[in-house]
Structures are given as C-alpha cells and as structure tokens.
C-alpha cells in the first residue's frame, strides 16, 4: 500500500475536502477498498428470477456476470473469457444457459465451466477443458442480495453485516422474496463519497415538498453497526393527513402493513444505499466510474406475495417518488453536484447536528442528526491510513 | 401504403414542435396543453432497455391526467430553487404514423435532447430515444397527445432529469 499525504484533523466532526478531489487519493481507495476487505452488494437474486437469466456490473471497473443456472442456482463470475480475457456477455440483462465467447468460441455454461472450446487439439499438450472454468471472485448472499468481495482476506458477509441485519432483512420485505418492477440509472458528477455522504442521510430542510405536502417526518431512530459504520435508520411512517397540493394522492399513499417502522433506510459501507419508503423498496446500487463520477443503478422491488392492485401502485410511486426524478428526491441529486464542486474549495467539510463532544464518536443518533455519518468516516479514515491531527 | 395527408403531417408535426416549445421554454402549462383533457391522457418516460425487458417502471409514470396536472406543480412550485437549472433544446422527427380509427392516430417519433447546465455553460447529450404517441383527434380538429411514452435509448441518464423528455 502507498502512503498517502493528507493529515486528517483531529476533530471527529471535520473531513477534510481533499479527500473528495485527489486523484491519488482516489486511486488508493480503489486498493485498499473496493478490492480491500469490504462486500460489496452487485444484485438481488429477484433481478434474475428464472432458470437461465442473467445481469451484468461492473463493480469499480471490474466486469461481472450474475447468472441462474437450469437447476435455479445464482452464481458471481468475472465476466471475462477464461482464455484470452475477452469480455464474455455484453447484454445488461437477458435469459442464456450458455455464454459463447466470439473471440475463439469458446462456450460455457451457468455453472462457469467450459462445455466447448474448437480445435483444442492445437492447444498445449494436456489440455484439460476443467481446468478453464471462468473465474469467480468470492460471494454471498443475505435473503437474496448478492455481495462480492474482492479481497480474500475479508470476514464472513455474517461479521460484515452485523447489527445491521434486521434492518436490511425488514427492509427486503421481511423474507427476500421480492419481485423486480425495473431500473432508474443515472450517473451524478460526484466523487463516490460526496452521493454516499448525501443519500442516505436527509435533511429535512432541503425537501420543501414536504412543507407544501403537509407531511411531518415520522419519530425514529439512527445508528452505526460494526466497524465500518453502516448507517440503519428505522422510522414510523407518517403519512400525509388533510390537504395536499396533489391531485393524484396515490404517489404519497401507503397500502402496506406496517406503519410503526415504516420507513427504514440502510446505507452500508463503502457505496450501497438502500431504502423502504412508503411502499417504495428501494436498492441502489453504486459505483465509482472515476473521482469526479458515481453510477448509481436504482433497482426498484415489489414483494412476491402482493396481488395486483398492489404491485401497480407500487409501481406508480416507485416511479415518482425516490429517484432522481422523484417528488421528494430530484433536490438530493442536485446536492450530490454541488456538494462535489464545493468540495474543490480548501478546509474541511464540518458537521454539527448532533454532535455532542467533537473528541468522541458515538453510535446512536437521533433520526434527523447529520453525525451518523461519522463512524463511517472514522473507519475510512483507519482504512485509508491517514493519521489524525494531535490535539 | 397509407396515401400521403399532408394537412394531417403538418398538423402531426406541429403538436410534436408545440411539446418541444414548451419544454424548450420551461413552459409546464404549455406542455400540459398539448395533451388531451381525458382522464386516460398520460406520459411515459421509460429506459427502453426497462421496456424490452418487460419492466414497467419508469424515470416519470404520469399515467393519468391528475399526475400530468401534478407534474406541472412539482415544477412550477415543489421544486422551485432547489436544482441547478439546465436548458434544453429537443430535435424532433416524425419517424411513422398510422390511424388507429377515426378519432385516434398513432406516431413514432425520434427524438434527441441537448442539455446545457447555467453553471457549467458546457452543452451535452441529455438523451436520445423515440416517442411513441397515441395522438386524440378532437371534433375542432385539433390534435392532442392521448399517450406519450418517451422511451430512452439512454439506460443511464447523465443527470437527474427535472423537466420531461
């Protein structure tokens, strides 16, 4: 690992803006993080409900290929021909039970092994076709959300998702069983950090819709889980009560069950955000393209055990409500923009609400506090080297 | 073969430069007027890569005429100095159409969408794509949108989008 030069201040409320902009920097997050130890989700098993379908991502540059086999087995490989590295499947999405490399035809199947190579006979002596499977990084699941590592040495998806089980298990209806309704995909000119920093956290103030919708927030509670400072808030709904400026209600409706911890958001270290609104179920996958770029591919669920009236409703507000189109959400798209050109200015990015006592970090919040934030900066900073300024 | 109308292509392309105006000038009220005042009257902004994989969700599902009404509001008033603002500019082309009966044509369209950021000042591609319409011929002769979809060639958006496709 590269030493990199930045001191961090020795405040826990204080990140230095630099660390939004470098370009060496950047490269060395690559390294130690996003091929260091961390799970990085890449798909829901619900993406690719059939025998035989499949997904593509590039997970920080790195191509991959998420295939269900005939038996109904998902599997993670490197979406590169094991023979010359060629990338294998272009298509985003489909239904394939074999993937056949133009470059040389060499074919495989969902299982990864090769089923047929031509003219092998002018191959090395002894060649084996068992021995040319394609390539497979680790991976996990946790009810159906598929996590990749890159690193050998990480610890178990279990240890690395801790105590923000619940939360992730209630927010993928309880049991995983989700249904898949489609993609928003956009990419935000913001440095990885700057839309992770933003997304899941809100501050009230920046939604007027809210105001103008007569929509209270809802009571709750925020807090850190493990090490890495994944983020879960968990909420009571609340629903909008007596007039609206709407004249279709239904994008602020709620039909489902359970309004007392209706709202709940994970944001897990170092990219993923996930949310459960309203009737909104909500993965966003996202990944650095370079230190000015995210790409946040925003996967939108509904539950398998929902009848008709429900999905269609689900729809419409999927559609309307969270993205970077939506209602109450367009606004932290533009924030994650300017935030990111603000962060080409010298100092440090500071936050205030919630923060006690500025030498400790804590690890519950109150729903609304921006310090929730902070044991994961603590752990970025640990990961990334750099040493904190002496008082 | 369908004989060439050309009062009818004329009047088809009007509607699709009346749309582009208004975008163009950020004239939601507009936009609105040119859709037809039926209930059923909608607009569909839609990655066509969510379509032809049989995923219905769009970037903006306005599927009825209140949430057409609606979308003038978040522009007009919910949004309003919350985004850093862009101007657009949309190249439109009749592409195909066909009459469905006597009060309704269909019209394919393509469509490409210049953006340009006031901060930034720099001009790109916002998206490219084709609209498929269902076009209401009224009894005074006017022509409205029953149905818009704007189906995206673009799966990833270079920015969030504030005003429709």
Redesign the interface.
């Given at each position: 690992m590269t030493e990199i030069g930045l001191t961090w201040p020795k405040n826990f409320n204080e990140v230095p803006k630099a660390a939004f902009t470098r370009k060496d920097i950047y490269a060395e997050e690559m390294k130690r993080i996003f091929f260091g130890q961390e799970w990085h989700p890449v798909a829901h098993e619900s993406e690719l409900p059939n025998p035989g379908d499949f997904k593509t991502f590039r997970l920080a540059g790195v191509p991959l290929l998420i295939a269900r086999d005939r038996e109904g087995v998902v599997r993670v490989f490197y979406n590169a021909c094991s023979h010359r590295g060629n990338q294998l499947e272009t298509a985003?999405?489909?239904n394939k039970t074999e993937f056949e490399c133009p470059y040389h035809r060499w074919l495989f199947d969902a299982k990864g092994d090769l089923v047929g190579c031509p003219n092998h006979r002018d191959f090395l002596p002894g060649f084996d076709k068992s021995d040319y499977p394609l390539a497979q990084p680790r991976f996990d699941s946790f009810y159906g959300l598929i996590f990749v590592t890159l690193s050998a040495e990480t610890e178990t998806l279990t240890e690395f998702l801790g105590d923000s089980q619940n939360t992730l298990r209630e927010l993928l209806g309880g049991d995983g069983r989700l249904k898949?309704?489609?993609?928003?995909?956009?990419?935000?000119?913001s440095n990885w950090k700057s839309y992770t920093d933003n997304d899941g956290y809100h501050a009230p103030l920046?939604h007027?819709?809210f105001k103008?919708l007569n929509w209270q927030g809802g009571k709750g509670r925020q807090f850190a889980a493990t090490k890495h400072g994944h983020i879960c808030f968990e909420s009571a709904l609340s629903v909008v009560s007596g007039p609206t400026?709407?004249?279709?209600a239904s994008?602020i409706a709620f039909k489902g069950q359970d309004p007392s911890v209706g709202s709940r958001i994970v944001s897990l270290f170092p990219t993923f955000v996930s949310t459960k609104h309203l009737d909104v179920i909500n993965l966003r996958f996202a990944t650095p393209v370079d230190e000015e770029t995210v790409?946040v591919h925003y996967a939108?669920f509904a539950h398998q055990d929902d009848d008709e009236d429900m999905v269609l409703h689900r729809?419409?507000q999927?559609?309307?409500l969270l993205?970077?189109?939506g209602?109450i959400s367009?606004?932290d798209?533009?924030i994650f923009?300017?935030i990111h050109?603000g962060n080409h200015t010298p100092g440090n990015a500071i936050f205030q609400k919630g923060v006690h006592d500025q030498s400790k970090l804590e690890s519950e919040f109150l729903q609304n506090d921006e310090s929730g934030n902070l044991p994961r900066w603590e752990y970025y900073r640990s990961v990334m080297g750099f040493e904190r300024a002496e008082a | 073969m369908t004989q060439t109308d050309t009062a009818l292509e004329a009047a088809l392309d009007a509607l699709l430069l009346a749309d582009s105006s208004a975008l163009d000038g950020k004239d939601m009220e507009g936009w609105l007027a040119n859709y037809a005042e039926e209930d059923e009257a909608s607009y569909i902004c839609r990655s066509a890569e969510n379509s032809e994989n049989g995923l219905a969700l769009g970037f903006m599902y306005d599927d009825c005429r209140s949430r057409l009404e609606d979308r003038v509001t978040f522009v007009n008033d919910i949004w309003v100095g919350t985004f850093q603002d862009y101007r657009t500019r949309h190249f439109v082309q009749r592409v195909a159409y066909q009459r469905v009966d006597a009060s309704t044509i269909s019209m394919r369209s393509n469509f490409s969408v210049f953006m340009t950021p006031t901060d930034s000042g720099i001009t790109q591609v916002l998206a490219a794509g084709q609209y498929l319409d269902t076009i209401r011929l009224e009894k005074a002769g006017a022509l409205k949108l029953l149905s818009r979809r704007a189906e995206l060639d673009t799966s990833v958006l270079p920015r969030y989008l504030v005003y429709p496709i």
């Open positions: 985003v999405m489909g898949l309704l489609g993609y928003q995909k956009v990419r935000y000119d920046l007027q819709a103008l400026v709407l004249k279709d994008l790409e939108y729809l419409r999927s559609s309307n993205g970077p189109c209602l367009m606004e798209a533009s923009h300017r050109i | -």
